[in-house]
Nanobody, 113 residues
């Protein structure tokens, strides 16, 4: 149901744009979010966006990441700027904060110092 893409290897200070395409209409979901999971750690919410435009961001990414959505394309984006090594993780998208969709395979983001 969910396909994430756009990850890769980038140097610290660089940028990436992640995309998440859902094989069903996302307009029915009030909030869509991006999550990340680093090795040995739990999966945490990074950012979410409601269909009224309101957003929430984890403190660690505020001012650096921007979430957006295109309901017509059933796609959610995460623009990541000023990347840090601690942003290294597998990134997933889903509804937020409650999970209503099966998890996708995620997309790996690796930030080198």
């Amino acid at each position: 149901q969910i396909v994430e893409s756009g990850g890769g290897l980038v140097q610290a200070g660089g940028s990436l744009r992640l995309s998440c395409t859902v094989t069903r209409s996302i307009i029915r979901f009030k909030r869509m979010g991006w999550y990340r999971q680093a090795p040995g750690k739990q999966r945490d919410l990074v950012a979410d966006l409601a269909n009224d435009g309101s957003t929430t961001y984890a403190d660690s990414v505020k001012g650096r990441f921007t979430i957006s959505r295109d309901d017509a394309k059933n796609t959610v984006y995460l623009q990541m700027d000023s990347l840090k090594p601690e942003d290294t993780a597998v990134y997933y998208c889903n509804t937020g904060p409650a999970i209503y969709l099966s998890w996708g395979q995620g997309t790996q983001v690796t930030v080198s110092s």
